[in-house]
């Protein structure tokens, strides 16, 4: 598998100002990475920068406001080789609770967030026959989970979403790649209070991450024993897993 230089590489990250999006921007410009990141938090930003980074703060549910901020990102590096869509949001939700504007809000942030960067970035990449775009998913998105329903749903297009944009992108020499976490160490994770298999630290999941982009992969799924649960559960008729899920939902 051929490599992808990071050495120089010119990279967009969103939802930077904390976990995941965080500690990926400073192992990327660890690794030589020209960085520019972005949120909606100036100060967050600004600390995770430490200097070393551009900062272009963006609501990514604003679509003109990513238009805008794609513009200063090329400014600040000279263009866009690699972009991170990371920002997200995450809140449990059950039946009992349905909250309808609470999942419209993980819909605009978590997947038009996502579409809105895209169509700020994908038409010079297609143009040039070059860049690589990463779509932040996650292994909820596999199947339905039970207190997840807004933000499984919007991981569930998420992948979809990649899935579609590499099919119309590889023939074009742009290349997508799609980034499935499973638990992670973070301030969005620390308030969860039920138990979370296989959880891995946000700094070895970052390592994980631009291991594999630096690689190529298509898709980057970690850690390994939450990633063969969840494609197994994938593989699974819709009656075992309601039994499964059911179970689930009962503890």
Avoid: C
Avoid at 41 to 46: A, D, I, K, N, W
Avoid at 87 to 99: F, N, R, S
Avoid at 209 to 233: C, H, N, S, Y
Avoid at 236 to 245: A, F, G, H, N
Wanted: hydrophobic share 50%; proline share 4%; net charge positive.
């Amino acid at each position: 598998m051929t490599k992808f230089s990071l050495t120089g590489a010119r990279v967009w990250v969103t939802g930077a100002s904390s976990g995941i999006g965080a500690a990926l921007a400073n192992e990327l410009t660890d690794r030589g990475a020209l960085v520019a990141i972005s949120a909606r938090r100036t100060t967050e930003l600004e600390a995770v920068s430490a200097g070393r980074m551009a900062v272009v703060p963006v609501d990514v549910s604003d679509t003109a406001a990513v238009a805008q901020a794609a513009v200063k990102v090329r400014e600040a590096l000279g263009g866009i080789d690699l972009v991170i869509l990371n920002a997200g949001t995450w809140q449990q939700m059950k039946l009992d609770t349905l909250d309808a504007a609470a999942f419209a809000r993980h819909l605009d942030v978590n997947v038009m967030g996502t579409v809105n960067t895209l169509a700020a970035v994908m038409p010079e990449m297609l143009a040039a026959r070059s860049g690589t775009v990463a779509i932040v998913a996650s292994v909820s998105g596999f199947r339905g989970l039970p207190g997840g329903m807004a933000y499984a749903a919007s991981k569930a297009a998420l992948i979809n979403l990649a899935e579609t944009v590499r099919a119309e992108a590889i023939g074009r020499r742009v290349r997508v790649v799609t980034i499935n976490p499973g638990f992670v160490r973070t301030p969005m994770t620390a308030e969860n209070k039920f138990p979370m298999p296989f959880l891995v630290d946000v700094d070895d999941a970052a390592r994980t991450i631009a291991d594999g982009l630096a690689t190529r992969k298509q898709e980057i799924i970690f850690p390994l024993p939450m990633a063969i649960v969840m494609k197994t559960a994938r593989l699974l008729p819709v009656r075992v897993w309601t039994l499964i899920s059911r179970r689930l939902a009962g503890k």
